[in-house]
């Protein structure tokens, strides 16, 4: 099955960006069939690999990651705005430090989106990533506190299909 929907995705993703799906045009049978013959390679060597497994496959997460990306944008911009009312200020109060926030998510996917999401946001970046715990620097108190109340942490676990287990 996850081959499948592997295949199903990369097959959607392509015909969205590519444009070409008039097969009684001489050119866009050809790229259509480059398409064909590129999600075949890829589907296959991704097979051969063993990297297709439960965590891989693309459609158990695709709705919840389309929920999550607007509400991480939303979060890149307000953290935006923040960062810049920072550095336009007279008296900036800046208080950088390093801290470790604890992390309970259990797939490397969703441990990883994490990690990326913090350094994303302005005004925070992912040092180090150990097992249950993450080293973060903060630009200034008030993003140390954002983080420490476990919304985006939550957000994220949304994508493993709950909680923190």
């Known amino acids: 099955m996850h081959v499948v929907n592997t295949v199903i995705l990369l097959a959607v993703f392509w015909a969205m ?3 070409y799906v008039d097969p009684t045009q ?8 480059c398409g064909v013959v590129s999600i075949v390679l890829v589907t296959w060597v991704s097979h051969r ?21 607007p509400w991480l944008t939303w979060q ?15 008296r900036p109060r800046i208080c950088p430090q390093l801290f470790t926030i604890p992390c309970r998510l259990r797939s490397g996917l969703a441990i990883t989106t994490y990690a990326n999401s913090i350094t994303l946001t ?26 420490l109340t476990g919304a985006m942490e939550a957000h994220v676990a949304r994508l493993e299909g709950g909680g923190h287990g």
């Not at 001489?26 to 069939?33: M, N, S, T």
């Not at 180090?128 to 200034?140: A, K, N, R, W, Y």
Request: glycine residues 6%.
């Open 17 to 19: 960006n590519s444009g």
């Open 26 to 33: 001489a050119v866009d049978r050809f790229l259509l069939g």
């Open 49 to 69: 690999l063993r990297s297709m497994d439960r965590e891989s496959d693309p459609l158990p997460v695709l709705w919840p990651i389309l929920r999550y990306f």
């Open 76 to 90: 890149i911009i307000v953290s935006n705005i923040q960062v810049a009312k920072l550095v336009w200020s007279p």
């Open 122 to 147: 302005p005004g925070t970046v992912t040092v180090d990533v150990q097992p249950g715990e993450m080293l973060i620097h903060s630009l200034t108190d008030m993003h140390k506190q954002d983080l």
